[in-house]
């Protein structure tokens, strides 16, 4: 499939006057052809209007016709083959074997929606019957189901070209509730971007969906992701990216006439509790596996461990030396963007100017202009007195915090922010701090691990990738896993409706087989 260079405004491919765009390859240091026509506000406006025209139709399809939809998007999605990977490897500098792995997630959740959808449990059809003789007042029959908010703007995000891009979580939990999508391609995906655009508008013409359903919008600066979220078709928003970018569009939604929520992930250290009996029995493993988790994708991923708290202590010495030596062998890599890399020298200077102790970094690699991994040293008491120190640097460095005893640890613990994960490295030794930690970490954190690292996100029907402010705009909620539907969905109840108006979820002969609510009890009647 050729790149154009086009925005994807429903059926249409649209060449965008507002700007020239080209995507960049970040190894080779070198722009990437075809150039790009950015859009504005009147491509923005169309691709609005198509999907709010779009939307009844749509939410009302048969849910095996949007089941399969979203399977039709992940079999054209592998039907691009190599020329997907080669331009993500381009635009992106990731490693080919990355790349096919989070081709192979995005076509996962893909498909884990499209069986979501066929079993219609996050409809939550719920029925209460009439009471008519009740005393002193009757019952009226009430009936209760799930739909969705409405059209949905979704932002690619830097660090996954796929699964957190175009078709990736957001995109497909908010097809599979029944929402038009109208995408904004991250700028350094420009390419990947447009051959999985065409890919859905492929899926959408093949389903014989309304053309709204979705739309591939491009743009230079802030302007289109402004007018987007500021269009009053939309109904919600899909964010992963910075603190700075998710907290403007919460604040544009906040202001509009009706406001609308935005569903931001934006920033986590992912602190990593090592205990004393962890780094007793094992801490040599655990050193050795904590860098690699630390420099993992370069320490893009929002779930790097950027914290490690411990005890002082001989143990703790050792692990800090076993780590010091672990990270002297990491070579630098090219980071996603210019733009990325400039952000991450940028934090490295401000921390060396605090009270942290640098105590080894990595040594300088092929890569012209690579991260070089960073790691930190600072006592308990010097970390609660600079807030700066627990702020997420997106590269490859941590920060070892020393505690000088157990309610240390316990202080350090309530001071963090909000996380997407928290973990404990222990043994059973480790239980009776590990119990005292685990309330604080339960408000601290969406995703609380044992004896492992957080970066790796599995999508299935537990798995939570969200967390208290600032690791999310909204603690309730889920950017990964099945739950994730749960953010385009509000809840509305029928009052007496006749049988010939009610929805089919909500029946009373149950044509669609659901498992429901029934005055009470919860079975397939």
């Known amino acids: 499939m050729k790149i154009t260079g086009e925005m994807l405004i429903g059926a249409s491919a649209v060449r965008g006057a507002d ?33 709010e025209a779009a939307f009844d139709d749509y939410r009302r399809a048969p849910l095996e016709t949007r089941a ?20 993500a490897m381009a ?15 995005t076509v996962g959740q893909l498909r884990l929606f499209a069986s979501l959808v ?7 059809a719920t029925l209460d019957s009439a009471q008519p003789d009740r005393k002193p007042l009757p019952r009226s029959d009430l009936r209760l189901q799930k739909i969705p908010v409405g059209p949905v703007a979704v932002f690619g995000a830097s660090n996954f070209p796929l699964a957190f891009s175009v078709a990736g ?3 497909a939990s908010a097809f599979a509730a029944g929402c038009p999508v109208i995408v904004k391609s991250h700028p350094a995906h420009l390419g990947t971007s447009e051959l999985v655009g065409r890919a859905v508008q492929k899926a959408v013409a093949d389903s014989g969906l309304p053309e709204g359903v979705f739309s591939l919008v491009v743009g230079a600066g802030n302007a289109i992701g402004e007018a987007l979220v500021s269009h009053p078709a939309i109904a919600a928003v899909g964010f992963t990216g910075s603190r700075r970018g998710g907290l403007a569009l ?24 090592a205990l004393p009996g962890a780094l007793e029995a094992k801490g040599d493993t655990l050193a050795a596996a904590y860098i690699d988790s630390v420099t993992l994708g370069v320490g893009q991923f929002c779930t790097n461990p950027g914290l490690v708290i411990g005890l002082d202590g001989s143990d703790l010495d050792d692990f800090i030396d076993l780590a010091a030596n672990a990270i002297t062998k990491k070579e630098t890599q090219t980071m996603l963007t210019a733009q990325i890399a400039a952000a991450y020298d940028s934090g490295i200077t401000e921390r060396n100017a605090t009270s942290a102790h640098q105590i080894a970094t990595g040594v300088k690699g092929k890569a012209a202009s690579g991260a070089l991994p960073a790691l930190y040293r600072v006592s308990a008491e010097d ?12 590269g490859p460095t941590s920060v070892i915090v020393v505690c000088a005893d157990e309610d240390e640890m316990i202080s350090v613990a309530r001071r963090l922010e909000g996380q997407l994960t928290a973990t404990l490295l222990m043994e059973k030794d480790d239980v009776e701090l590990a119990r005292r930690l685990l ?20 999508v299935s029907y537990a798995m939570v990738h969200g967390g208290p402010f600032p690791a999310t705009s909204d603690s309730r909620s889920t950017s990964v896993g099945a739950m994730a539907i749960e953010r385009f969905l509000r809840p509305v109840c029928y009052q007496d409706l006749p049988a010939s108006l009610l929805p089919e979820a909500l029946a009373d002969d149950n044509p669609l087989s659901l498992w429901r609510l029934r005055d009470g009890e919860l079975g397939p009647n």
């Open 19 to 51: 700007a020239t765009l080209r995507a960049f390859d970040p190894a080779r240091n070198a722009d990437l052809e075809p150039a790009f026509g950015g859009g504005g506000a009147a491509e923005v406006a169309r691709a609005c209007e198509l999907a």
């Open 68 to 87: 399969q939809f979203l399977e039709s998007i992940a079999d054209n999605i592998i039907a691009l083959g190599d020329a997907l990977i080669e331009r």
């Open 91 to 105: 635009e992106s500098a990731l490693p080919k074997a990355r790349l096919e792995g989070e081709r192979a997630r």
């Open 118 to 124: 066929r079993e219609g449990r996050w409809l939550a």
């Open 169 to 171: 979580g957001d995109t």
């Open 250 to 273: 919460v604040d544009i939604a906040s202001k509009r006439p009706a406001p609308i929520p935005v569903y931001a992930e934006m920033s986590s250290v992912n602190p990593v509790f």
């Open 383 to 394: 970390f609660l007195a600079k807030p700066q120190l627990s702020e997420e640097i997106f």
């Open 439 to 458: 309330p604080v970490l339960e408000r601290k954190a969406g995703r609380i691990l044992a004896n492992g690292f957080p970066t790796g996100v599995e």
